[in-house]
């Protein structure tokens, strides 16, 4: 799978995010061990902390589609250069790890950032 076509899907999605607090807008696209590719974005809420995050977002309607074992995600936001999941989305991704670990992809203005979960959230909690 092309990263690039992954990469464009979440540039899309950034496009939907309800964003309107933060204004700041992020889109994900999450490439499945059995090549499916689901999407999400941001949506926040007047109650702030009720706002989620695109990757939870995409990991949502993965989950729903019926897949849970995960290869990649792409993360976008129009907002900031690679745009790195947060604490708690590294945790959810953690969950759905498939044996090669999950690659997260990311872009800046040279083009597309590749960096495996497993090295930017070492020791994740797993019951
Ligand atoms: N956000 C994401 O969707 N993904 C990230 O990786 C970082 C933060 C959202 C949450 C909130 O709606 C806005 O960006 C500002 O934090």
């Known amino acids: 799978m092309d ?56 990991a949502g309607a993965a989950v729903a589609g019926g897949e849970t074992k995960f290869k990649a995600i792409a993360v976008y936001s129009p907002n900031m250069e690679n745009c790195y999941p947060c604490g708690a989305c590294r945790q959810v991704l953690h969950e759905f790890e498939c044996d090669d670990g999950i690659d997260i992809i990311l872009k800046d203005k040279n083009g597309l950032n590749v960096r495996k979960l497993k090295e930017i959230f070492p020791d994740g909690f797993r019951l």
């Not at 939907?16 to 090549?35: H, M, Q, W």
């Not at 809420?45 to 695109?54: D, E, K, T, V």
Request: hydrophobic content about 35%.
């Open 3 to 58: 990263y690039q076509i992954l990469m464009n899907k979440a540039e899309e999605l950034s496009k939907k995010a309800y964003a309107p607090y933060s204004e700041f807008r992020v889109g994900a696209c999450i490439l499945t061990a059995n090549d499916k590719i689901f999407t999400g974005c941001n949506f926040e809420n007047s109650s702030y902390g009720l706002s989620i995050c695109a990757e939870r977002n995409a």
